[in-house]
């Protein structure tokens, strides 16, 4: 394997090469320093330790011509692991905002990034601020976030929107083209991001589960038809907003919903369970019951492409790509630079993925 990396600041660059038990290294095209290992066990840990420590020190690696499983480009965004890592993509490109909280919640910067890894800081919010989840809609230029259960809307000028009146111990955000969705504290509520207008709204209560964290998510099909939401940890609901029915759908395990999403074509709906469970559920829409022959386990995290088949999972250190109409994994493999966790967010073309160790990549797929 052969890696070029680039400071961000400079020109300099920093050359790898990793063959078996030897590893070769040189700085700006200068002289190779060569070191060879008693096993291939030792040189790959060397290697990768030497690549995470350049990332560290501001370079970035690229590679415009990666294959698949492998990344265009690699950075190492910053240190401070909050337990969140919202990647937002915005639509028909393969670019994507990353939020990172500074120091000690001094501020949260949030930066947009392309395929190249050129980072560019878009917004910054000063004081203390956690974002948990994130979702740009290019229809009204603004970017939704969910702010330590505060919804708010920051639009191109840097100005920040306020969507919700109070700061909840609760929260959910979803977004469909020009419709938002989230919780005011007693409704689940659609509205209009170009009108302002609220469209739907269903009274919702939030159910303790085990005894300290409150039970809501919530999420809108792509054509902005279908709200699906977990109030309850045995059961999800489907509401048709067109015909105001709605149903109720029993989950075989009792468990927290952490987070859901539909397929491209809306036919299927995916709900990651914790406390109970820690499968990716999946639901046919057509005949409102699970999918039983979709089974996984200890899926950390998932994302849905919005316009093609597409479904990639995060488990046992390992990101699965899986087409949503033949059901068959196409890609599989281990990200680098993750300790046990990580985010995902499909582009155009690519999957970003945002680790716990504070590296963000890009992947080709």
Not at 258 to 269: E, K, N, Q, T, V
Request: proline residues 3%.
């Amino acid at each position: 394997m052969s890696r070029l990396f680039q400071d961000s600041n400079s020109d300099k660059t920093w050359k790898i090469d990793w063959d078996g038990n030897r590893v070769v290294m040189s700085n700006n095209g200068g002289k190779p320093r060569e070191k060879m290992f008693d096993d291939l066990e030792a040189a790959a840990k060397y290697a990768k330790k030497e690549m995470w420590n350049k990332l560290k020190k501001g370079f970035i690696y690229r590679n415009d011509k990666a294959a698949p499983g492998t990344p265009l480009f690699q950075l190492y965004i910053g240190a401070g692991y909050t337990g969140f890592m919202p990647l937002a993509a915005v639509s028909g490109t393969n670019q994507f905002y990353a939020g990172y909280v500074v120091g000690q919640f001094e501020k949260e910067e949030i930066y947009l990034l392309d395929e190249q890894g050129q980072k560019q800081l878009t917004w910054e919010l000063a004081g203390n601020h956690l974002i948990y989840d994130m979702f740009y809609c290019p229809e009204a230029g603004e970017l939704l976030i969910n702010d330590s259960h505060q919804i708010s809307g920051i639009s191109a000028d840097g100005s920040v929107r306020s969507c919700t009146s109070f700061t909840y111990h609760h929260s959910t955000l979803s977004l469909a083209g020009n419709h938002g969705l989230w919780y005011d504290g007693t409704y689940l509520v659609v509205t209009d991001l170009l009108t302002q207008e609220r469209l739907y709204q269903r009274e919702a209560t939030p159910e303790i589960v085990n005894g300290h964290s409150p039970q809501l998510c919530a999420a809108l099909s792509g054509n902005g038809r279908l709200m699906a939401y977990c109030t309850h940890p045995d059961e999800i609901i489907i509401c048709d907003m067109e015909t105001s029915s709605t149903h109720s759908i029993a989950k075989d395990i009792s468990a927290m919903t952490a987070a859901m999403d539909f397929s491209a074509d809306d036919r299927y709906l995916f709900t990651q369970e914790q406390y109970g469970s820690w499968e990716l559920a999946c639901y046919d829409m057509n005949t409102l019951t699970r999918r039983s022959e979709w089974k996984t386990e200890h899926v950390r995290s998932f994302a849905v492409h919005p316009s093609k088949p597409l479904l990639a999972l995060f488990s046992f250190g390992t990101v699965e790509l899986y087409h949503t109409e033949s059901w068959q994994r196409i890609l599989e493999f281990r990200p680098e630079h993750v300790v046990k966790n990580c985010n995902l967010v499909f582009t155009k073309d690519y999957l970003a993925l945002y680790s716990d160790y504070g590296c963000i990549s890009l992947y080709a797929i």
